[in-house]
């Protein structure tokens, strides 16, 4: 598969790239994708919810009524769960939500996702550039050229640069990822990958690896 490259002012240049079919052009698996976002997002979670059992509250130990003739029922201690204050049956505590998948199929869910992105032609190879310093306007008026302004996208750029991040955060829409950290959760999160022309190798590469 061949793709345009652009600029930055959203015309064409005269160079292609070629997206390998291996990566871009496979069957997509839908169970990969459906675990490699799971653990995503499970990874994700604090887990410090808390409630505390009868054993863990301080209250008062007198009993609050008498056994007989109140025409309820009995009640022995103010912990009892069905008082306001008392502990909570079976309720949550602090747990790791965290779970491991096999590296291969954390592979196979992301070249799928790319797949999709492929085949929905929502991929655009745009050429390397970088902003003498962070303006949120210049990315506005490079969304303007790619008609994204309204559309979530997300920028794979092949390496950390600081002007180009600074100029973005402040954008909903929009979310800066480095090659070699793309994820299927982010790519199927976003409308639009814009790849910077220099990632489509850090791309092939860590999923070659």
Do not use: C
């Given at each position: ?204 590469m860590i999923n070659k690896n």
């Amino acid at each position: 598969m061949e793709l345009e490259v652009y600029n930055i002012q959203g015309t064409k240049t005269e160079r292609k790239v070629t997206l390998e079919d291996a990566i871009y052009g496979i069957e997509p698996n839908d169970h990969a994708i459906y675990l490699d976002v799971k653990q995503y997002m499970a990874n994700k979670r604090q887990g410090t919810h808390s409630s505390k059992e009868k054993s863990q509250l301080t209250r008062s130990t007198r009993k609050i009524k008498k056994q007989k003739g109140t025409g309820g029922a009995r009640a022995g201690s103010m912990k009892n769960p069905l008082f306001r204050g008392g502990a909570r049956v079976f309720g949550p505590h602090p747990r790791d939500y965290n779970f491991k998948l096999n590296k291969k199929l954390k592979k196979l869910a992301r070249i799928s996702a790319l797949s999709y992105k492929a085949k929905e032609s929502n991929i655009t190879i745009v050429e390397d550039f970088n902003f003498e310093t962070p303006k949120t306007k210049n990315f506005v008026e490079l969304l303007k050229s790619f008609q994204l302004q309204d559309q979530k996208t997300l920028l794979v750029v092949p390496n950390h640069d600081t002007n180009v991040f600074l100029s973005l955060r402040n954008l909903k829409k929009v979310r800066i990822i480095e090659a070699s950290d793309l994820n299927t959760y982010e790519i199927l999160d976003a409308n639009k990958l814009l790849v910077m022309e220099s990632s489509v190798k850090e791309i092939e590469m860590i999923n070659k690896n």
